[in-house]
């Protein structure tokens, strides 16, 4: 499922089930988040994974899908 850029830090699925975000931490460390949106609940994410770049969130991203995940 293809990716929309929304802002530098967030990207979305065309379906909108799927969202990658960065997360800042406590001390300046961030991270990747891919998140599934939960459609029988109003914005409710669950995180189902993390990377530490945006190419490895991404290539997680798509191997989830191409899985079903």
């Given at each position: 499922?293809?990716?929309?850029?929304?802002?530098?830090?967030?990207?979305v699925s065309m379906n909108q089930?799927?969202?990658?975000?960065?997360?800042?931490?406590?001390?300046?460390?961030?991270?990747?988040?891919?998140?599934?949106?939960?459609?029988?609940?109003?914005?409710?994410?669950?995180?189902?994974?993390?990377?530490?770049?945006?190419?490895?969130?991404?290539?997680?991203?798509?191997?989830?899908?191409?899985?079903?995940?």
């Open positions: 499922m293809k990716l929309v850029q929304i802002n530098r830090s967030k990207f089930k799927y969202v990658i975000e960065y997360v800042i931490y406590r001390g300046g460390l961030g991270e990747w988040i891919i998140s599934h949106q939960d459609v029988s609940v109003a914005y409710s994410k669950n995180a189902i994974g993390s990377a530490s770049t945006l190419e490895g969130a991404r290539s997680l991203y798509f191997s989830m899908v191409k899985v079903g995940a």
